[in-house]
């Protein structure tokens, strides 16, 4: 939900022929605010991959998260869409992180303060557990390269977040 009785629903489509994200905003009576189509989340040069994830911004829009084998490694994406449909960061979206190595099965929750907080696989260096906050304007809150979550090895994987009132994360993962 959007916080306007609207939702925002996104998903992966490949009807170019390869995958791209695309999302449409409906209202309770199954009106449709934005082209019959969808919006098209990253209409730029991108290889999408994995899942896509989505929360509100708590604006009206949505942010979205992806991983993109763009750079020639799998690396986390992501796009806010404004309540009008607008792509706030560009076409291309916003690097979240696009460090060595693969980055990927992302999972993502609103921090309650206008952004979002994203977590995922990273193999850097091992199977480890990432994670990053973004703003609204697309900016990293936290270190550039990402917070280690688990950095334990082994093999983590099914990463899950949710936060609380204050925008605190909780991570769980299985190892």
């Not at 449709?32 to 604006?59: H, L, M, T």
């Not at 942010?63 to 994406?77: A, E, H, L, P, Q």
């Not at 921090?111 to 995922?120: C, E, L, Q, R, T």
């Amino acid at each position: 939900l959007d916080g306007t009785g609207s939702v925002i629903v996104v998903w992966m489509d490949s009807r170019a022929g390869y995958t791209e994200i695309y999302a449409q905003k409906i209202d309770t009576a199954g009106n449709v605010y934005w082209p019959a189509d969808g919006i098209n989340v990253c209409p730029g040069p991108s290889s999408i991959s994995g899942e896509v994830r989505a929360v509100p911004d708590g604006a009206g829009g949505v942010f979205v998260t992806w991983s993109d084998y763009r750079n020639g490694s799998y690396d986390i994406f992501a796009q806010r869409v404004d309540g009008n449909g607008a792509l706030v960061w560009g076409d291309a979206g916003m690097p979240v992180c696009t460090y060595a190595g693969d980055q990927y099965a992302q999972e993502m929750a609103s921090d309650h303060a206008g952004g979002a907080i994203i977590v995922w696989q990273d193999y850097r260096v091992a199977n480890e557990i990432y994670a990053q906050r973004i703003d609204a304007d697309g900016d990293l809150l936290w270190n550039p390269d990402a917070v280690p979550v688990s950095t334990a090895g082994g093999y983590g994987y099914d990463v899950r977040i949710v936060t609380n009132a204050a925008g605190e994360p909780y991570i769980a993962w299985v190892d």
